[in-house]
T-cell receptor, first 115, second 109 residues
Framework: DSGVTQTPKHLITATGQRVTLRCSPRSGDLSVYWYQQSLDQGLQFLIQYYNGEERAKGNILERFSAQQFPDLHSELNLSSLELGDSALYFC??????????????FGNGTRLTVT | LAKTTQPISMDSYEGQEVNITCSHNNIATNDYITWYQQFPSQGPRFIIQGYKTKVTNEVASLFIPADRKSSTLSLPRVSLSDTAVYYCLVGMTGTALIFGKGTTLSVSS
């Protein structure tokens, strides 16, 4: 158990809809990363937060947004969903930011299916 | 773009030692080298991390030459349960940590 909790585990929704994925980082971890993994694809970096502030951004679509709250949990919002958004979405957390090699600890992901 | 290049796949037999090499020619001074293991439909799991020279833990060793332009993950005496995708990640916390395509290791009996 990595200590990172993601909810829900599975989500099935229709095209055009909006969903929210939630992540609770490990106790003490201040950084949260979001990744998307489509079938047979690698891990695509979406966005990273540190202590409530956005620190790094990947190829995240404009239809997607995220935030990290004061209690350090994070939410990834996906709107105007398309079939191609079907994927596993992973959250990872780490202790620190900047200059340190703190490894990532991943949750078990949310499997999103858009029909 | 990912900073790393790895073989797409490798095959091995139970009991053998497996070495997976990762190339990272443009590694920055503050970058660490971290290896992860991923099973299907699960999140990647941290295996080992290093900055230079050699690091060993209970599951693997990591060899990093002086120029740090490559690294080698060594898995001693693999078993069927080591069949997974292995990712080499180069970077430092607080930046966009971009994974490469990983190496699919298949272990046979």
């Amino acid at each position: 158990d990595s200590g990172v909790t993601q909810t829900p585990k599975h989500l099935i929704t229709a095209t055009g809809q909006r969903v929210t994925l939630r992540c609770s980082p490990r106790s003490g971890d201040l950084s949260v990363y979001w990744y998307q993994q489509s079938l047979d694809q690698g891990l695509q970096f979406l966005i990273q937060y540190y202590n409530g502030e956005e620190r790094a951004k990947g190829n995240i679509l404009e239809r997607f947004s995220a935030q990290q709250f004061p209690d350090l949990h994070s939410e990834l919002n996906l709107s105007s969903l398309e079939l191609g958004d079907s994927a596993l979405y992973f959250c990872a957390s780490s202790v620190a930011t900047g200059g340190l090699g703190s490894p990532l600890h991943f949750g078990n992901g949310t499997r999103l299916t858009v029909t | 773009l990912a900073k790393t290049t790895q073989p797409i796949s490798m095959d091995s037999y139970e009991g053998q030692e497996v070495n997976i090499t990762c190339s990272h020619n443009n590694i920055a001074t503050n970058d660490y080298i971290t290896w992860y293991q991923q099973f299907p439909s699960q999140g990647p799991r941290f295996i080992i991390q290093g900055y230079k020279t050699k690091v060993t833990n209970e599951v693997a060793s990591l060899f990093i030459p002086a120029d740090r332009k490559s690294s080698t993950l060594s898995l001693p005496r693999v078993s069927l349960s080591d069949t997974a995708v292995y990712y080499c990640l180069v970077g430092m916390t607080g930046t966009a940590l971009i994974f490469g395509k990983g190496t699919t290791l298949s272990v046979s009996s």
